[in-house]
T-cell receptor, first 113, second 114 residues
């Protein structure tokens, strides 16, 4: 059973456009929802994270929107740049930021110049 | 400051062999976790250690084991390697003080089993 479902699998966006990646989760005990960015040959790097008592969090061009009732959360990348081309993973954990992370399957983003 | 360092970066092993992967956490980080990332998939949790004690274990067979040393570095051991063990093995460290800083991942060890 996949506890965190991520879509789309791949995404192509024009430079300056908005990239949107969605995730859905099953377990209502999850209390921490991070997004990671991974470049080829590198480990995942934490981008931004949110807790379920907040509906939106923004850091620079990256925004998480969180819908607790729908058990969904999404990553929006504003003014997408070619340097944003990477694989993005959503994740969830119980036990806050120290809990074991359950990852989605990833979204490969390509930003065309 | 050095990030999470893992060694070796690449490794080729034969089926049935044993492998040891090593991880040095960020200075001051007391918690180390291991994840397996199969090509094209998200990382999957294997183990978490804090202050040398196992705090969590994922759904992996007993062929997988790990330990944490007094200096907070860690080893992941895999016995009787199978072709399906071929993956990127990631180590992540965190301060684990409850301040909520999250995990920092290393670049991983690419294990190929032939």
């Amino acid at each position: 059973q996949q506890q965190v479902k991520q879509s789309p699998q791949s995404l192509i966006v024009q430079k300056g456009g908005i990239s949107i990646i969605n995730c859905a989760y099953e377990n209502t005990a999850f209390d921490y929802f991070p997004w990671y960015q991974q470049f080829p040959g590198k480990g995942p790097a934490l981008l931004i994270a949110i807790r379920p008592d907040v509906s939106e969090k923004k850091e620079g061009r990256f925004t998480i929107s969180f819908n607790k009732s729908a058990k969904q959360f999404s990553l929006h990348i504003m003014d997408s740049q070619p340097g944003d081309s990477a694989t993005y993973f959503c994740a969830a954990s119980k036990g806050g930021s120290q809990g074991n992370l359950i990852f989605g399957k990833g979204t490969k983003l390509s930003v065309k110049p | 400051d050095a990030g999470v360092t893992q060694s070796p970066t690449h490794l080729i092993k034969t089926r049935g062999q044993h492998v040891t992967l090593r991880c040095s956490p960020i200075s001051g980080h007391k918690s180390v976790s291991w994840y397996q990332q199969v090509l094209g998939q998200g990382p999957q949790f294997i183990f978490q250690y804090y202050e040398k004690e196992e705090r969590g274990r994922g759904n992996f067979p007993d062929r997988f084991s790990a330990r944490q040393f007094p200096n907070y570095s860690s080893e992941l051991n895999v016995n009787a390697l199978l072709l399906g063990d071929s993956a990127l093995y990631l180590c992540a460290s965190s301060f684990s003080s409850g301040l909520g800083s999250g995990y920092t991942f290393g670049s991983g060890t690419r294990l190929t089993v032939v």
